[in-house]
């Protein structure tokens, strides 16, 4: 067994060990799960498929080649998650609901997310060369 305690400090747990331990639980807690699951999987969609459902849900989808395209590039379940509040239930979307307008919610949201991790970025490296500065100062190099 891998010993899970550095040897030079027996608090800290070694952070490859710990890894190794996360990954065994998650390889064999997905191997030994119950094959029950399998029924409830959808079988795959077309592009042609995944519009006919959308529509069927009330979304207007105007220039369907274009809409195939956008499938193509941005998964169906995670353009989905923008169509969100405009759900009324499980099967019907609200009336006026338009594909190129959730699209549109969808390629803003990337930009903001994009500028924001950007601006993140940049305040996390520069606080933390503030902390390195001032942990240095105050406490040496022992």
């Known amino acids: 067994m891998t010993e899970v305690y550095n040897k030079d400090n027996r608090s800290r747990p070694r952070l490859l060990t710990m890894r190794n ?25 077309t592009y042609k498929e995944m519009i006919d459902i959308l529509r069927s849900r ?3 989808v105007g ?5 195939t395209d956008i499938l193509k590039r941005i998964n169906y379940y995670r ?16 009336d006026g609901t338009v ?3 959730v699209v549109e919610l969808y390629d803003f949201d ?11 970025e940049y305040v996390e490296v ?3 060369s503030q902390i390195s500065y001032h942990l240095a100062h105050k406490y040496g190099s022992e």
């Open 21 to 45: 331990w996360a990954g065994h639980f998650i390889f064999w807690g997905i191997l030994g799960m119950d094959k029950s699951y399998e029924s409830e999987l959808k079988p795959p969609a």
């Open 110 to 120: 990337m930009r903001l997310r994009s500028l924001l991790l950007d601006i993140f």
């Open 99 to 101: 594909f190129e307008h």
């Open 79 to 94: 353009l989905t998650g923008y169509l969100l509040p405009y759900k009324i239930n499980e099967e019907k979307y609200i």
């Open 126 to 128: 520069s606080m933390r």
């Open 58 to 60: 009330g979304l207007k």
């Open 63 to 67: 220039n369907e080649n274009r809409a």
